[in-house]
């Protein structure tokens, strides 16, 4: 069975595709304007699945399933063709298959399950509706996802699963820390709770999960439980401001952000001021090329860069929080 390629863009906002008028209820429609060009001869479908977020900023991320490998300068000839500026192009490789994209997109009673490694975690994500509570494992997290968001498969949150272990692995937390008293970490815009499970296993911390969508809150407690841990080690709160108690009342030696430039720079600081002393965030969710910005923007608040990656053309920072 074939392999599942995702194409990821970053568009300005349209008002027109292909001579089309586009008002905010069509931006769902997007991808059907332009996409039946990229099909190949033969193919059944131009795509098999895909996902239109409207971002702060004003573009538009466009996430297109399909089952077959994809020029990326040809997208841009035909994004151009349709009227659209692409922004940023990339195109990946999934370990779903066709076949199993399809029966999740049209069985409800789709048991999907998928995983990917890193050097050290194994993920697993399943859509299964009753996935089973598992015992905790060292290296492994089971992700329930039922809805799209957060679900460790995007190049972002690989980056930043990477920047945590490489972390864990420099031993460059706070020293007074210990087992007897964890430390406070934050996870802001926490999703599937990916981020905020990967720090729990790498040092045993408490948690303050963040989010803006309340079915993301839920399903962020979900996967905590599932994974087999204390519940007292995780407080997931509905909050877009970090103005919620448990980010108030606690001091973060890690901060852990995937999110947009926008809100990145705009939250920075609300995070500079809940972040202790020497500690360490972990920023993805920009692209490479407003890296720069974001960077002005934190070491404006005294923070000094510790390590930067890329992938994809996305970007994953790593900063401390420099002792005064």
């Not at 990821?8 to 008002?15: A, G, H, M, T």
């Not at 769902?28 to 059944?44: H, I, N, Q, T």
Request: net charge negative.
């Amino acid at each position: 069975m074939s392999g599942v390629y995702v194409l990821s863009l970053v568009l300005k906002r349209p008002s027109a595709v292909n001579s089309v008028a586009l008002n905010d209820e069509d931006l769902a429609d997007v991808p059907d304007l332009f996409l039946s060009e990229l099909s190949p001869d033969g193919a059944e479908d131009a795509y098999l699945s895909a996902a239109v977020t409207p971002l702060d900023d004003g573009t538009l991320r466009v996430d297109v399933w399909m089952d077959y490998a994809i020029d990326r300068d040809r997208a841009a000839h035909i994004l151009e063709k349709s009227g659209l500026t692409a922004l940023h192009i990339s195109v990946s490789e999934e370990t779903a298959t066709r076949d199993s994209m399809l029966d999740a997109a049209y069985d409800d009673d789709a048991q999907e399950r998928e995983e990917f490694s890193t050097r050290y975690f194994t993920v697993i994500r399943t859509s299964a509706p009753n996935a089973a509570v598992v015992k905790a494992e060292p290296r492994r997290i089971h992700l329930w996802t039922p809805h799209a968001f957060g679900d460790g498969f995007h190049p972002t949150t690989r980056l930043c699963l990477e920047a945590l272990e490489k972390l864990a692995n420099d031993g460059v937390l706070p020293a007074s820390e210990s087992a007897a008293a964890p430390f406070a970490a934050l996870d802001v815009g926490t999703g599937s709770g990916l981020l905020a499970l990967a720090a729990h296993v790498l040092w045993g911390c408490r948690v303050c999960a963040t989010e803006v969508e309340p079915q993301a809150v839920q399903t962020a407690k979900d996967n905590w439980l599932r994974n087999g841990f204390d519940a007292a080690h995780l407080t997931a709160v509905l909050d877009g401001d970090l103005s919620a108690a448990c980010v108030k009342e606690s001091e973060f030696s890690l901060v852990m952000a995937n999110i947009l430039k926008g809100p990145l720079i705009g939250l920075s600081p609300a995070l500079a001021a809940v972040q202790a002393q020497g500690g360490l965030v972990v920023l993805s969710g920009f692209l490479e090329v407003q890296e720069a910005d974001l960077l002005t923007a934190y070491e404006a608040l005294g923070y000094g860069v510790y390590g930067a990656a890329h992938r994809d053309g996305w970007g994953c920072a790593v900063l401390r929080r420099q002792k005064n």
